[in-house]
């Protein structure tokens, strides 16, 4: 019975490839010169997008001079015409409207949705010249405007997201009849339109930039990418390489999944991709349905945390936050990596439940010794020829000068032609069919080999990144050239090099997968365009309004000054707004309203908490949205292509995603684990020890590890990957880091201690717009013969005043001015640094318990074994 309602639940291909296009791309697909017009405006699209990010608009050209340069206002006006357009086409209205043909209405809405978008582009000059003076055809436009992008929202992102912007919209109108909590004086109809339209405050801002400058190239990176076989080619790797393992092709869909999140923005489109191939594979083996669904989903969904690209996430933080897109990319990475290393645990620990086998490899299997030496082998390798590509192209430069670049051009293009030949040695890669009785791994070498060539835009992508620190535009843009020419040149270069007589048409072939990557990479724009835009009402409410600071009150009232309370009710906040917004307007949402508010109340709560730190725990809870019922649209893909039952599915990937969630909460008080001022050495320390700890909580939440859990083995289990997550914690306890003393002896204790010491602050008074506050200020002292000195380089001046210190002074730009500090605020408290043990003292009790629990675990498994219950060992 089981069998039949999976074979009624499964879905075919055609009808998977659907649910992705009715998600990502559009569900329409019109025939005859209507589909010829929205192909070819994607087309358009991605070559414009191609055009602005390249150097080539400031060649001063032969004859005409340079030409097409557009400012970044100009820019987002045309990237959301384009976007507006293709939501009216590529989206029916309602369900059962055509998905054949655009009916007369949807093309007059697209082409007036497209005008009033590109109405500032269009009109540029003359709304340049009298700001915040809109006339009436400013006004109808920017009125039709945002009833059309609220429209373009509902087809494309569903109603949620268009129901919040309507929300905002209304508040910033009727703000005078609002409750006294949360009212505030209002706009006019002239002043929200001008405000939402024809400024760069709301639909036109930092969102919708990021996603004109940055976004749209990194997926049409990865569009591209896919189109040329590379999401086969990871998967084909990962199955070939870990497939053998206990549960191995559940191990290999993490990896392969992880991998392919890294070229993907789409939680949905990765669980499709990957998942039509993985999750038979999984059943195979010995997973249910459900479980088969919840580690594809869990996996799928975790690569958009996986840097370099990050969905949208890392170069709108590179905006907000306000550091460079190498520092963003650096504290998301550890988080991530341990995330998918827990996973991959997981999948360990359900095979030992289950004494799951692997699949058998093709070939002869090598000895574990020869194994080792080849992987050791394979990392110097890859050492060496990374220390001769650095210091290579270091002599490069200064040697050829101006010349330097065709130099490295001509360099790479000989590597590339030497990795295709060598690509060509070996048969092109066949996926196996996941519903075959018997299935056998793929040959690692052969595997490997066979799309080596895919490794090098990514190289160039994070050389370009992280070593030349290009623009993430820029760099994006080098990387999808040379993604070009291997689409077109890799199939006839295969036929040349194994001497086939159909170079020509394996040309035509390439060139027609470039157009379909340019498309389908423009298509994939669509929503995240539309989504950047109306969060962009949002946020423009928010600074119209200050409903900001509004909220801020309302937050430290519900969470009462507790700080664990309020990054609960964050994370609550933006699962429910997940369940309906995509995780990049979920992230840009909820950042703008809760994330100053995290800071200042760990501030007032004498804990500094780095604003990435922050914006990264938006961002993973957005992302948990995807998988948490009843709402989690991965979910429900997964359980598509597993026959599953999607609720439940849900629920184990939730359980599977513990980790990820736990995750937040940690970097959020250890910011270590961000690698936030942390060395070299440090960060290996960290990496380790985080790694050990999201393990053993990992075996504490599946409730195995040597052998089934019992209940208080579990809560040891968490006790002890705390103690490795939060060391300082109980060392605080037995040790307080700092020592308190009266206000009054500041100045002469100042004196007393080294310059550059952090001293803590606690402050009453008036914050720099009026607000009555309590926090604590963090401040170095400066340089200086004595107490008063040193405080007056740190900015800050005191006096006493009926037995109170005071703040007399703060220098203007100074550590003291930056930490919060103004004219006439009360120091109340004073804490300098004390010595203390090292933190990492609390890892001998944490792993002696642990070593405990292991003995009791391996004490009850003994017995069993010879009672001959089976039970399976690692």
């Given at each position: 019975?089981?069998?039949?309602?999976?074979?009624?639940?499964?879905?075919?291909?055609?009808?998977?490839?659907?649910?992705?296009?009715?998600?990502?791309?559009?569900?329409?697909?019109?025939?005859?010169?209507?589909?010829?017009?929205?192909?070819?405006?994607?087309?358009?699209?991605?070559?414009?997008?191609?055009?602005?990010?390249?150097?080539?608009?400031?060649?001063?050209?032969?004859?005409?001079?340079?030409?097409?340069?557009?400012?970044?206002?100009?820019?987002?006006?045309?990237?959301?015409?384009?976007?507006?357009?293709?939501?009216?086409?590529?989206?029916?209205?309602?369900?059962?409207?055509?998905?054949?043909?655009?009916?007369?209405?949807?093309?007059?809405?697209?082409?007036?949705?497209?005008?009033?978008?590109?109405?500032?582009?269009?009109?540029?000059?003359?709304?340049?010249?009298?700001?915040?003076?809109?006339?009436?055809?400013?006004?109808?436009?920017?009125?039709?405007?945002?009833?059309?992008?609220?429209?373009?929202?509902?087809?494309?992102?569903?109603?949620?997201?268009?129901?919040?912007?309507?929300?905002?919209?209304?508040?910033?109108?009727?703000?005078?009849?609002?409750?006294?909590?949360?009212?505030?004086?209002?706009?006019?109809?002239?002043?929200?339109?001008?405000?939402?339209?024809?400024?760069?405050?709301?639909?036109?801002?930092?969102?919708?930039?990021?996603?004109?400058?940055?976004?749209?190239?990194?997926?049409?990176?990865?569009?591209?990418?896919?189109?040329?076989?590379?999401?086969?080619?990871?998967?084909?790797?990962?199955?070939?390489?870990?497939?053998?393992?206990?549960?191995?092709?559940?191990?290999?869909?993490?990896?392969?999944?992880?991998?392919?999140?890294?070229?993907?923005?789409?939680?949905?489109?990765?669980?499709?991709?990957?998942?039509?191939?993985?999750?038979?594979?999984?059943?195979?083996?010995?997973?249910?349905?459900?479980?088969?669904?919840?580690?594809?989903?869990?996996?799928?969904?975790?690569?958009?945390?996986?840097?370099?690209?990050?969905?949208?996430?890392?170069?709108l933080m590179v905006e907000y936050v306000g550091i460079s897109y190498v520092q963003v990319i650096t504290h998301?990475?550890?988080?991530?990596?341990?995330?998918?290393?827990?996973?991959?645990?997981?999948?360990?620990?359900?095979?030992?439940?289950?004494?799951?086998?692997?699949?058998?490899?093709?070939?002869?299997?090598?000895?574990?010794?020869?194994?080792?030496?080849?992987?050791?082998?394979?990392?110097?390798?890859?050492?060496?020829?990374?220390?001769?590509?650095?210091?290579?192209?270091?002599?490069?430069?200064?040697?050829?000068?101006?010349?330097?670049?065709?130099?490295?051009?001509?360099?790479?293009?000989?590597?590339?032609?030497?990795?295709?030949?060598?690509?060509?040695?070996?048969?092109?890669?066949?996926?196996?069919?996941?519903?075959?009785?018997?299935?056998?791994?793929?040959?690692?070498?052969?595997?490997?080999?066979?799309?080596?060539?895919?490794?090098?835009?990514?190289?160039?992508?994070?050389?370009?990144?992280?070593?030349?620190?290009?623009?993430?535009?820029?760099?994006?843009?080098?990387?999808?050239?040379?993604?070009?020419?291997?689409?077109?040149?890799?199939?006839?270069?295969?036929?040349?090099?194994?001497?086939?007589?159909?170079?020509?048409?394996?040309?035509?072939?390439?060139?027609?997968?470039?157009?379909?990557?340019?498309?389908?990479?423009?298509?994939?724009?669509?929503?995240?365009?539309?989504?950047?835009?109306?969060?962009?009402?949002?946020?423009?409410?928010?600074?119209?309004?200050?409903?900001?600071?509004?909220?801020?009150?309302?937050?430290?009232?519900?969470?009462?000054?507790?700080?664990?309370?309020?990054?609960?009710?964050?994370?609550?906040?933006?699962?429910?707004?997940?369940?309906?917004?995509?995780?990049?307007?979920?992230?840009?949402?909820?950042?703008?309203?809760?994330?100053?508010?995290?800071?200042?109340?760990?501030?007032?709560?004498?804990?500094?908490?780095?604003?990435?730190?922050?914006?990264?725990?938006?961002?993973?809870?957005?992302?948990?949205?995807?998988?948490?019922?009843?709402?989690?649209?991965?979910?429900?893909?997964?359980?598509?292509?597993?026959?599953?039952?999607?609720?439940?599915?849900?629920?184990?990937?939730?359980?599977?995603?513990?980790?990820?969630?736990?995750?937040?909460?940690?970097?959020?008080?250890?910011?270590?684990?961000?690698?936030?001022?942390?060395?070299?050495?440090?960060?290996?320390?960290?990496?380790?020890?985080?790694?050990?700890?999201?393990?053993?909580?990992?075996?504490?939440?599946?409730?195995?590890?040597?052998?089934?859990?019992?209940?208080?083995?579990?809560?040891?289990?968490?006790?002890?990957?705390?103690?490795?997550?939060?060391?300082?914690?109980?060392?605080?306890?037995?040790?307080?880091?700092?020592?308190?003393?009266?206000?009054?002896?500041?100045?002469?204790?100042?004196?007393?201690?080294?310059?550059?010491?952090?001293?803590?602050?606690?402050?009453?008074?008036?914050?720099?717009?009026?607000?009555?506050?309590?926090?604590?200020?963090?401040?170095?002292?400066?340089?200086?013969?004595?107490?008063?000195?040193?405080?007056?380089?740190?900015?800050?001046?005191?006096?006493?005043?009926?037995?109170?210190?005071?703040?007399?002074?703060?220098?203007?730009?100074?550590?003291?001015?930056?930490a919060g500090l103004v004219f006439d605020q009360v120091i109340t408290g004073v804490e300098i640094p004390q010595?203390?043990?090292?933190?990492?003292?609390?890892?001998?009790?944490?792993?002696?318990?642990?070593?405990?629990?292991?003995?009791?675990?391996?004490?009850?498994?003994?017995?069993?074994?010879?009672?001959?219950?089976?039970?399976?060992?690692?």
């Amino acid at each position: 019975m089981t069998n039949l309602n999976s074979k009624q639940t499964e879905l075919n291909e055609k009808e998977l490839q659907d649910m992705v296009a009715a998600s990502d791309t559009g569900a329409r697909i019109p025939h005859g010169w209507q589909g010829k017009l929205l192909l070819g405006t994607a087309l358009f699209w991605s070559l414009f997008q191609l055009w602005i990010a390249s150097p080539l608009p400031f060649y001063d050209w032969p004859i005409i001079g340079s030409f097409g340069i557009f400012n970044d206002t100009e820019v987002r006006a045309i990237h959301l015409g384009f976007a507006m357009f293709l939501a009216f086409t590529a989206y029916p209205a309602l369900a059962n409207s055509p998905h054949h043909r655009v009916p007369i209405n949807d093309m007059l809405l697209s082409v007036i949705a497209a005008f009033c978008a590109s109405y500032i582009f269009l009109f540029y000059e003359q709304l340049v010249s009298r700001p915040g003076l809109p006339n009436t055809q400013d006004l109808v436009v920017s009125i039709a405007g945002l009833l059309l992008l609220l429209e373009a929202a509902r087809r494309t992102l569903g109603p949620p997201l268009m129901i919040v912007a309507i929300v905002f919209l209304t508040y910033s109108l009727a703000g005078p009849y609002m409750p006294d909590i949360i009212a505030h004086k209002g706009v006019t109809l002239k002043e929200l339109v001008n405000h939402q339209w024809l400024t760069t405050e709301g639909v036109f801002g930092i969102a919708l930039g990021v996603s004109s400058g940055f976004v749209f190239l990194f997926v049409l990176f990865g569009a591209l990418l896919d189109k040329a076989g590379a999401g086969n080619y990871f998967i084909q790797v990962a199955f070939s390489l870990l497939g053998h393992m206990r549960g191995g092709p559940a191990k290999a869909a993490v990896v392969a999944s992880g991998l392919t999140g890294l070229i993907s923005g789409s939680s949905i489109a990765n669980v499709v991709t990957t998942g039509t191939f993985t999750i038979p594979m999984m059943k195979r083996v010995g997973f249910s349905s459900e479980k088969a669904g919840a580690v594809e989903v869990a996996s799928s969904v975790n690569g958009q945390i996986m840097p370099p690209v990050m969905g949208a996430a890392a170069f709108l933080m590179v905006e907000y936050v306000g550091i460079s897109y190498v520092q963003v990319i650096t504290h998301a990475f550890l988080p991530a990596l341990i995330s998918y290393i827990a996973l991959v645990y997981i999948v360990h620990l359900e095979a030992l439940k289950l004494d799951m086998q692997g699949l058998p490899r093709r070939g002869a299997i090598k000895p574990w010794h020869l194994r080792i030496i080849g992987l050791l082998t394979g990392f110097i390798v890859t050492a060496v020829i990374a220390a001769v590509v650095y210091y290579g192209i270091g002599w490069i430069k200064p040697t050829f000068g101006a010349s330097a670049g065709w130099v490295i051009a001509a360099l790479l293009t000989v590597v590339y032609l030497y990795l295709v030949r060598f690509a060509s040695s070996v048969p092109d890669l066949q996926l196996d069919d996941p519903q075959s009785p018997m299935i056998q791994l793929p040959e690692v070498g052969p595997t490997v080999k066979s799309g080596l060539h895919f490794l090098l835009p990514v190289v160039v992508l994070v050389w370009c990144l992280m070593i030349e620190r290009l623009s993430p535009g820029l760099s994006a843009f080098w990387a999808t050239v040379l993604m070009v020419v291997i689409l077109v040149t890799q199939r006839p270069l295969m036929a040349f090099f194994r001497q086939k007589d159909n170079v020509g048409t394996q040309l035509r072939k390439g060139a027609n997968e470039l157009v379909d990557g340019l498309i389908v990479g423009a298509r994939n724009m669509i929503g995240i365009g539309i989504a950047t835009a109306t969060a962009g009402i949002i946020v423009g409410a928010v600074s119209q309004t200050g409903v900001g600071s509004v909220l801020a009150d309302l937050v430290e009232i519900l969470s009462m000054g507790n700080l664990l309370l309020m990054l609960m009710l964050t994370a609550v906040l933006s699962l429910i707004l997940g369940m309906g917004l995509p995780t990049t307007a979920n992230y840009i949402v909820v950042s703008s309203l809760l994330a100053p508010v995290v800071v200042s109340l760990g501030q007032d709560s004498g804990l500094i908490v780095p604003l990435i730190a922050v914006h990264l725990f938006v961002f993973y809870f957005g992302i948990m949205a995807d998988v948490t019922p009843p709402v989690g649209l991965a979910s429900f893909a997964a359980a598509a292509v597993s026959g599953g039952d999607p609720i439940r599915t849900g629920f184990v990937a939730f359980n599977y995603s513990l980790r990820t969630a736990v995750l937040p909460f940690l970097f959020i008080f250890n910011t270590d684990l961000l690698l936030i001022d942390v060395t070299w050495l440090q960060g290996i320390q960290t990496f380790i020890v985080a790694t050990i700890a999201i393990l053993i909580f990992t075996a504490a939440t599946q409730g195995f590890f040597i052998v089934r859990n019992r209940w208080y083995e579990s809560a040891l289990l968490i006790l002890v990957a705390f103690s490795l997550f939060r060391p300082g914690f109980w060392m605080d306890q037995m040790v307080p880091p700092h020592q308190q003393i009266a206000p009054a002896e500041l100045v002469q204790a100042a004196g007393s201690i080294e310059s550059g010491t952090p001293l803590r602050l606690w402050v009453d008074g008036e914050d720099d717009v009026g607000n009555q506050r309590s926090f604590m200020a963090r401040v170095s002292l400066g340089e200086g013969d004595d107490g008063a000195a040193r405080l007056d380089s740190a900015g800050l001046a005191l006096i006493s005043s009926k037995g109170k210190t005071v703040i007399d002074y703060v220098g203007y730009d100074s550590p003291a001015e930056k930490a919060g500090l103004v004219f006439d605020q009360v120091i109340t408290g004073v804490e300098i640094p004390q010595s203390q043990p090292a933190k990492q003292w609390i890892y001998i009790p944490a792993l002696v318990l642990f070593a405990l629990i292991v003995l009791m675990q391996r004490r009850r498994k003994k017995p069993t074994a010879e009672n001959a219950t089976p039970v399976h060992a690692n």
